[in-house]
């Protein structure tokens, strides 16, 4: 495989909806450049943006204002560079968890054969803990399992950037923890690292996870602040639990995201 | 207060247990001197009454082997192990109808003779002909068959694909749609007389004629679904990099897939239905055409039996098409 290619820069990127009635843009002026292998969170509260900005760097939505570059080129669509975890589980209820990891497979460029496409897909279900659930559909398996399928789905098609979508937002207090420390794993495992990005609404999750945390602000529609974690790596939450970094980097973002709640009800009075 | 309650409570347990055991009883009670034994007891009753009418011996051993026949089906699925306590209930009330309308026909009809003899022939000579006339009978469901497997089955290749690609393209969607809400309501049954005109056989324009009337049903709905289907379906697609054709019929065509059954299923309600209007009209095989060429005759009990036949026929089709459904929906449960 050649270089890997996983740098982003926004520019002024700007998002209202074509649609009459709502009313102003839902993200406003973001301009932000994410390195290469770099594990980067949005986080805010809801009606900040954080979800548009994932589906526009999935190519799902198009700017209406700035642009978005991928390694230099303008994102003009979704493509094969670029893995999508959504919060909610976006398997394909018709197909079971192996048939939906080996669909994603064979959309992949590079024509694998057959016999490696389902090899592989075993693996990852191997990885993510579900290799004696891939016969079954996802309407026979729990939220996280589901979840579990989609992260081996993302991760099996080996792209160079991942975006997620508050993916574990949906699934209990004990998987999510679990699979946090999945996704921390399965990233620093990868010949060369990942190009993350993740939305959240979770002040540990983001801490956890990220080397960037970017907070958005529902008021402005833009970045309020970036905050470098910092931590060192490996992570995991028994290690983190209780160090001062930790707690300052906590009450940081908590203050952040609080301001801006206190901002947001006095414009609502 | 707890002691008391306590106190009241052991000696009671007991006659509950008796009392668990009499219903037990009861319960066998029950199921032999259930409604549909206690009808099946007056329809053999009834057979000792003598009637006003002359009743031919050889139909009245049909009629007491009719319904020996249904009592030992009744029977064997309530031994059956298998079926669930539903099911068995839901036997013996189909088995209760069942014995119901042959009572009641063989009381108005042999017993006491209040309708038109021609017209309304006596239970045991419709179950004596619909023995006699199974050969024909099978001969009649291959001619018809034939046709609605063709009809029926173009409908499917051509209607599904077509609202597949129309409905996906949302600007071709915005004109079919009117259109399809002025031809669709349209009774296919009307094209019959213009259809035989236009094809050169009878064959080709009843093919048609089923074709049309399981057409609209097949097309409306998947066009429908396509239309409405879930966004984020869409979305899980797109960011796999699907291209279109995968789109549509890997991704689109599944999930819509009930919507496509339920049209598929009132669309060969539909051509059956057709069917047998067309082979009325214009056939010289086929049930339809049965039906109707034997009642031009005043061959009533044929005509009756015939119409029990196509009845039976439709049961199958739709449970033969109901497994499929299940076999095709089995990730739904």
């Avoid at chain 2, 009637?51 to 249904?70: E, N």
């Avoid at chain 2, 689109?252 to 598929?264: D, E, T």
Wanted: some cysteine; hydrophobic content about 45%; aromatic content about 10%.
């Amino acid at each position: 495989m050649g270089e890997r290619m996983g740098k982003i820069r926004l520019e002024n990127v700007t998002f209202s909806y074509q649609q009459q009635g709502v009313a102003g843009p839902v993200v406003e002026d973001v301009s932000l450049t994410i390195r290469e292998g770099e594990f980067v969170s949005f986080i805010g509260p809801s009606g900040c943006g954080k979800s548009t900005v994932l589906r526009l760097l999935s190519g799902l939505s198009r700017p209406s204002g700035g642009r978005i570059l991928l390694n230099g080129r303008e994102i003009a669509g979704t493509g094969h560079e670029r893995g999508v975890v959504f919060q909610h589980y976006a398997l394909f209820p018709w197909m079971t968890a192996r048939d939906n990891v080996i669909f994603g497979l064979r959309q992949c460029p590079g024509g694998m054969t057959r016999k490696n496409v389902s090899a592989m897909a075993d693996r990852y279900l191997d990885l993510v803990g579900l290799h004696d659930v891939g016969d079954k559909y996802p309407n026979q398996l729990s939220g996280g399992m589901q979840q579990r399928v989609t992260i081996a789905r993302a991760f099996a098609m080996d792209t160079d950037i991942l975006l997620m979508d508050e993916p574990f937002s949906a699934v209990d207090a004990r998987n999510r923890m679990k699979l946090q420390e999945l996704l921390l794993e399965l990233w620093r495992k990868g010949e060369k690292k990942k190009t993350v990005v993740f939305v959240t609404h979770d002040v540990d999750e983001a801490i956890l996870l990220s080397d960037r945390i970017v907070v958005l602000s529902a008021c402005s529609k833009g970045i309020k602040e970036q905050i470098e974690v910092g931590l060192s790596r490996p992570r995991n939450w028994s290690l983190l639990a209780n160090t001062a970094t930790y707690t300052a980097l906590r009450n940081r973002l908590i203050g952040l995201l609080f301001t801006d709640l206190v901002e947001e009800t006095k414009l609502a009075i | 207060m707890d002691n008391t309650a306590r106190n009241i409570d052991i000696p009671r347990k007991e006659p509950q247990e008796q009392e668990l055991q009499k219903d037990r009883s009861r319960q066998a009670c029950a199921h032999l001197l259930n409604h549909a034994n206690i009808l099946f007891g007056i329809a053999l009753l009834l057979m000792a009454v003598p009637g006003k009418r002359p009743v031919a011996d050889i139909h009245t051993w049909h009629l007491a082997g009719f319904l020996l026949f249904v009592e030992a089906l009744y029977g064997a699925s309530v031994l059956c192990r298998a079926c669930s306590e539903m099911k068995r209930r839901s036997a013996t009330d189909l088995t209760a109808i069942v014995l119901a309308g042959i009572i009641l026909w063989e009381l108005t009809t042999s017993k006491l003779d209040l309708f038109e003899r021609l017209i309304f022939p006596v239970p045991g000579k419709v179950i004596a002909v619909f023995i006699e006339e199974i050969p024909m009978f099978m001969k009649c469901l291959a001619s018809s068959l034939q046709l609605l497997g063709a009809g029926f089955s173009l409908a499917l290749v051509t209607a599904i694909p077509l609202a597949l690609l129309i409905g996906w393209r949302k600007r071709l969607f915005a004109v079919v749609n009117p259109m399809t809400k002025v031809l669709g309501p349209i009774p296919p049954i009307v094209y019959i007389p213009y259809s035989i005109a236009i094809f050169p056989t009878f064959k080709c324009s009843s093919i048609f004629i089923i074709f049309i009337g399981a057409f609209w049903p097949i097309f409306i709905n998947t066009l429908n679904g396509t239309f409405n289907i879930e966004p984020k379906i869409i979305d899980s697609a797109r960011v796999l990099n699907v291209r279109e054709r995968t789109l549509l019929f890997r991704i689109i065509l599944p999930a819509i897939l009930p919507a496509i059954i339920s049209g598929a299923t009132l669309g060969l309600v539909f051509s059956f239905i057709l069917l047998t209007a067309a082979e009325m009209i214009g056939s010289s095989s086929g049930l339809g055409w049965y039906v109707k060429y034997f009642s031009d005759f005043a061959d009533y009990p044929r005509v009756v039996a015939g119409i029990i036949f196509i009845g039976m026929v439709v049961t199958a089709i739709t449970f033969f098409f109901e497994m499929i459904e299940k076999k095709l929906l089995r990730w739904r449960s």
